[in-house]
């Protein structure tokens, strides 16, 4: 979730059950978000249902426009946060951004390998509260589809995988270090499913959001070290082998005391069909 410089959530973004995209122009920029802490280089070969959201106009082309993850779970649905696709992150309306992009296939952002996919439709889940974070989901619709085998299994609720004590991995681009060192290669990193009274404690009515576990679920490192971070937003947090959640928010990046907080899939809305 990006912030201000103050540390308080901004803005809000206009709820829409569907809203389809139309090319229109836009100008400007907006900061982007980005990371993972803690983490190694990988290849997305190996992962391929890890993707990036792209903007060139509105992020710029360095890093082909990245600005949040993505997750695969059906050869043309992406899930990503709700707050990705946010005029607070793009700094105009979805439907303004008329290069949205999700990019498939390509570990190295300043490479040219993969895929560059265009995108017919998002989905906001419409229980998606800015103020707290809850039900931080969205659902983009590729223009074309992608091999069946390339989406990721998703865990229902009540699968074992969102066991407290669970190893998960959360891949991004994102901050590498906290301090805006964002990666141009893919990252993955291991974190732990943490008991849902670890975020209750660590934020209850934060400044960064307010933890609640019907839509969000608790993971990190509880020696610190290892974490989602900006940039990693709408990333996926994998467990067994099957999808368990999103990158949402947090505050600040791998440190012991605050955990990463992850939009819980088995919360996603039940319409989206998205389970395992
Ligand atoms: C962000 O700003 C963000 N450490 C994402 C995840 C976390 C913190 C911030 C969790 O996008």
Redesign the pocket.
């Known amino acids: ?3 201000s410089s103050t540390g308080s959530l901004t803005g809000a973004v206009a709820l829409a059950a569907a809203a389809v995209i139309t090319p229109q122009a836009s100008g400007g920029t907006a900061a982007a ?1 980005a ?1 993972v802490i803690g983490g190694r280089p990988v290849q997305v070969s190996e992962t391929p249902w890890v993707v990036a959201l792209a903007s060139r106009d509105r992020f710029g082309g360095t890093r082909a426009g990245q600005f949040c993850g993505g997750v695969l779970v059906a050869p043309d649905k992406v899930m990503t946060a709700a707050h990705c696709v946010s005029k607070d992150v793009l700094g105009v309306p979805i439907g303004q951004v008329r290069d949205l992009k999700v990019i498939t296939g390509r570990s190295e952002l300043a490479g040219t390998g993969g895929q560059e996919a265009t995108v017919s439709e998002v989905r906001i889940d419409p229980e998606y509260d800015a103020g707290t974070n809850a039900g931080d989901f969205a659902m983009l619709t590729l223009s074309t589809s992608l091999p069946a085998h390339h989406a990721v299994k998703a865990a229902g609720p009540g699968d074992a995988a969102y066991t407290p004590g669970t190893s998960a991995v959360v891949y991004g681009w ?1 901050d590498t270090t906290g301090t805006g060192t964002y990666a141009s290669e893919l990252h993955a990193a291991p974190v732990e499913v943490l008991p849902d009274s670890t975020c209750e404690i660590a934020y209850p009515k934060s400044i960064y959001g307010t933890y609640s576990a019907d839509t969000m679920l608790c993971a990190g490192d509880p020696e610190g070290g290892h ?7 709408g990333g996926p947090l994998v467990a067994d082998g099957r999808l368990i959640g999103l ?4 505050g ?3 440190q012991a005391q ?1 955990p ?2 992850y939009a819980r899939l088995s919360a996603a809305p039940g319409t989206w069909a998205v389970r395992g």
């Open positions: 979730m990006r912030r978000d990371v994102g974490d989602a971070c900006q940039g990693d937003s990158v949402s928010w947090g600040g990046c791998g605050s990463g907080v």
